[in-house]
Every structure is written in structure tokens, then in C-alpha cells.
């Protein structure tokens, strides 16, 4: 996993980089550089835990415990803000990156050459996608550690914590990415509904329901008319 993150911030990034400064490159650029900063934070939080994880992995003796270092590294508050970011970001840097491919051929060869000069010949979308797969992935880990650690072992109780604390987290990941998206929602209805009340839109706004329905007027003489209508209930 530190492998494909170093691949991203070593191959891919100054790729792009060093792209032209030109119309259509430049904004694929600049909307790439919010997910590659938050990547450089996920591989300086992971490196950590790889370090962390070296000493007892070298020094195995059958009484050793890695739960606490999962519990260590992933209970900090910093791990939830640096993944809701990525979470929030993710989409939005695979359609920059499937557009650019599309419309422009520089960056398109760009990618393909990074992609042939790298060892495992992961595109970026592949790569994007790791971090989103890592805290699942931890989860069946830690269940398949378990089900071999003795009851009596040391580390059976900073198992059983550490994978609590992965559940937790991926729950409070869904929320927040859940949360991001109805915000997003939210927005894009606003720029394209009209009439809207000036204070609607609020931080704690909520798309509820969405559905069709049809207008009807009746007048002598045009006799009945309808219109297809689309309605939206909101929260506060």
C-alpha cells in the first residue's frame, strides 16, 4: 500500500506537473493538486504505521502484538479528517483524470507512460482507488487475525480493539462522505432552481424526496392541460 501511494507522489504527480501551462491542461492540473496533497499525508500516516509495525514483525516470538499498533496509529483524529477529505475528493479527481484522457492527448500519453515505466503498470484511477479500499481491507485482516490468535494470547484483546476501532471509522467515513454528498446535492439543485429563498441551502440542509408529478389546469376553453412537474421536499 506505501508502494502504490509512492508511486502516485513519485511518478504520476511530477508527470502532471510538468505538464504545458496551457488552456484545458492547466485546469486539469490545478484540480489534481488537492487529492495529491492529501495522498502525501496518507503516505506520511502509513509509513509511520509500517515503521511501527517493523519491530515486533522482526523480533516475532509468538508473544508479540500488532493490535496495539493498529490502535495506536488509527485512533487518532487526524485519520478521520485526512480520509473524509480523500473520500470528498476521490470522485470528482477520477472524472478529472478520465476528461483529461479524453480531451487531451499530452496528458493521455503522460499517464500511459507512467503506467508503462512503473513496475506493477497500475494506471492512476488504480491507484486512486487504493485508499478506498484500505479500511475494509484492514477490517477482514484483522477478522482473519483473530480467528487465529489464541484466547489466551497478548494480543487477543488489542485485536478485538483495533478492529472495533476500524469499524468505527469506516462508519464515520460513510457519514461524512453521505454528508458531503447531500451538501453537493444540494448545491447543484440550488444553482438550478429558480426562485429559491435567499438563506436556502444551509449547512444542515437534506435533499429528502425527489418524484414527478403533473400539473393540471382546466379552463372553458382550452378545456384540460398539464404539465410535467418535478417536485423536491427539503429539510430545514
Not at 49 to 57: A, E, R, V, Y
Not at 68 to 75: K, Q, R, V
Not at 190 to 206: A, N, S, T, V
Request: charged residues 20%; positive net charge; proline residues 4%.
Amino acid at each position: 500500500y506505501v508502494k502504490t501511494m509512492q508511486i502516485v507522489l513519485n511518478l504520476y504527480m511530477p508527470a502532471i506537473g510538468a505538464l504545458p501551462s496551457r488552456s484545458g491542461l492547466s485546469e486539469i492540473v490545478s484540480k489534481l493538486q488537492d487529492i495529491f496533497s492529501t495522498i502525501q499525508k496518507i503516505f506520511s500516516l502509513h509509513s509511520m504505521f509500517k515503521i511501527g509495525l517493523s519491530s515486533p514483525i522482526i523480533n516475532w516470538n509468538g508473544q508479540q502484538t500488532v493490535g496495539d499498533i493498529f490502535e495506536g496509529t488509527f485512533s487518532k483524529s487526524m485519520v478521520v479528517e485526512i480520509y473524509s477529505d480523500y473520500m470528498r475528493q476521490y470522485q470528482p479527481a477520477i472524472d478529472t483524470i478520465q476528461f483529461g484522457r479524453r480531451t487531451q492527448s499530452l496528458f493521455s500519453q503522460a499517464m500511459q507512460k507512467c503506467k508503462d515505466s512503473s513496475k506493477e503498470h497500475l494506471n492512476l484511477e488504480a491507484l486512486l482507488l487504493r485508499p478506498v479500499q484500505r479500511f475494509p481491507q484492514f477490517i477482514m485482516l484483522l477478522q482473519d487475525l483473530l480467528a487465529h490468535t489464541d484466547h489466551d494470547h497478548p494480543d487477543r484483546v488489542p485485536l478485538q480493539l483495533a478492529l472495533t476501532r476500524m469499524e468505527t471509522l469506516v462508519q464515520q467515513l460513510d457519514y461524512r462522505k453521505m454528508l458531503s454528498d447531500q451538501a453537493s446535492l444540494v448545491n447543484r439543485l440550488r444553482r438550478q432552481i429558480m426562485h429559491l429563498p435567499e438563506d436556502f441551502g444551509g449547512p444542515h440542509c437534506r435533499l429528502l424526496r425527489q418524484d414527478e408529478a403533473c400539473q393540471t389546469a382546466i379552463s372553458s376553453r382550452h378545456g384540460h392541460s398539464w404539465k410535467k412537474r418535478c417536485l423536491f421536499l427539503f429539510s430545514a
